[in-house]
């Protein structure tokens, strides 16, 4: 299944990182906390 050209797992792979980001309490700054979450 592809949404727009990405892939699904994908889409869910980035939400889950997102969600990871949030609850290690860097708050909803978005791609600055994708960015940390994603260099561990």
């Known amino acids: ?3 727009h050209g990405i ?3 994908v889409l869910i792979a980035a939400n889950d ?3 990871r980001a949030i ?3 860097h708050g909803t700054d ?3 906390s ?3 979450v994603i260099r561990k």
Request: no cysteine; charged share 30%.
């Open 1 to 3: 299944m592809k949404a």
């Open 7 to 9: 892939d699904t797992s």
């Open 17 to 19: 990182i997102a969600k």
């Open 23 to 25: 609850d290690a309490g």
């Open 30 to 32: 978005g791609y600055a």
């Open 34 to 36: 994708l960015t940390e």
